[in-house]
């Protein structure tokens, strides 16, 4: 059985990454076989509970109020259209329920509307996540006493490429956020983009950064740039569909136990490239239309390709953690 190790040095991440293409995506489908079944994947679906507007700058994101990608913003959406969303995502197999804002952090008066969708969604049976920007300590902790299963807040790339696609926070300010979390005691979803423009040796700089964590993030997405219009990466050039699919061996590799999720930019591929990912060790996925504001591959074609590739989806695991009302009053 391969050691869970947090040590791995950058060289030997390297090594791993340009090793040739089968020999890698070879070993990859070995680990994940000692970690899990094969055929299971775990489903989860995505909704924008506030879109757009947002004040950060993040050069590939539709939702930055720096640039001009024709988003139309919308305020918070209500609880009950959101418990809504969520029991139609359990109806069709999702195992966990990921709410997303278009913040630098959330504000104190958006904690109490967190919080109840939390718990609400939470007693539906769906595992929870969220994604909402920076958190202090204080604001992790309430959402972990709601019922927050997971949060996710991405490094996204490695230390040496990030200021050229975020200025307005630091990679630090990341790390620290996913402290908090992970102090609180909720399980850490943390991945990042690909495609970029950056080089190989950012893909290896930010695998060996998640994989050096004192704890692997228990979910990994990684995502492949989706180009959007009016943002200053629309005319990156494209990045080869190998790489991204190296990417996800080398984290299977590096993090065995976690969640490597085939995260945005999965509605481009083929079903056959898609397997290729499955086979490289990637064991989730975001299912629905849509991922927060651009489109996704859709339930129809999942369940055609599950079908096709005799892949089951995920049950939600048992609610486990406890729901605190004094989470709710505070
Ligand atoms: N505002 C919060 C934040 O940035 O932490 C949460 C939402 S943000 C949209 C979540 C993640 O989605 C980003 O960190 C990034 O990795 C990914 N993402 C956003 N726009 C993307 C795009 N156009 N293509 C691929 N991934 C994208
Ligand atoms: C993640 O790593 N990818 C998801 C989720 N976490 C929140 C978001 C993808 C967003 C893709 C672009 C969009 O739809 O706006
Ligand atoms: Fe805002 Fe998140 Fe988009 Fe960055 S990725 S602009 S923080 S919504």
């Known amino acids: 059985m391969t050691n869970v190790r947090n040590d791995w040095t950058r060289q030997e991440i390297e090594a791993l990454y340009n090793q040739p293409f089968l020999d890698l995506v070879f070993e990859a489908q070995r680990i994940h076989r000692e970690h899990f079944d094969p055929n299971t994947i775990q489903v989860s679906t995505l909704l924008s509970i506030k879109t757009g507007k947002c004040p950060e700058d993040c050069k590939y994101c539709s939702q930055s109020a720096r640039y001009d990608s024709k988003l139309e913003a919308e305020k918070r959406i209500a609880v009950d259209k959101v418990i809504q969303e969520a029991k139609e ?10 709410m997303g804002a278009a913040w630098r952090n959330p504000h104190e008066r958006d904690m109490p509307y967190v919080l109840e969708m939390v718990s609400e969604v939470k007693a539906l049976g769906l595992e929870t996540c969220m994604t909402l920007g920076m958190l202090n300590q204080s604001q992790a902790e309430r959402l972990n006493s709601a019922g927050l299963d997971y949060y996710n807040h991405n490094l996204d790339t490695s230390r040496e490429y990030y200021a050229n696609i975020i200025t307005t926070r630091t ?17 850490v979803c943390s991945g990042g983009i690909v495609g970029l423009g950056e080089s190989q040796q950012d893909r290896v700089g930010l695998l060996h950064e998640l994989a050096t964590l004192a704890i692997h993030p228990e979910s990994v997405p990684i995502n492949m740039l989706v180009p959007i219009e009016g943002t200053p990466l629309a005319e990156v050039e494209k990045l080869e569909v190998t790489e991204w699919i190296r990417t996800i061996a080398v984290a299977r590799i590096i993090m065995p136990k976690s969640y490597i999720r085939l995260s945005a930019g999965r509605e481009s591929l083929s079903d056959s490239d898609q397997a ?12 629905g239309e849509k991922l927060l504001t651009t489109p996704n591959a859709g339930e129809g074609r999942d369940k055609q390709l599950f079908d096709k590739l005799g892949l089951i989806a995920e049950k939600a695991k048992p609610n486990v953690k406890q729901l605190s009302v004094d989470a709710m009053a505070s």
């Open 89 to 98: 995502a359990l109806a069709a197999g999702s195992s966990r329920f990921c």
């Open 171 to 187: 990679f630090d300010d990341r790390l620290n956020t996913l402290d908090f979390v992970r102090q609180a005691g909720m399980k």
């Open 276 to 287: 290729l990912a499955f086979m490289a060790g990637a064991n989730s996925l975001f299912s």
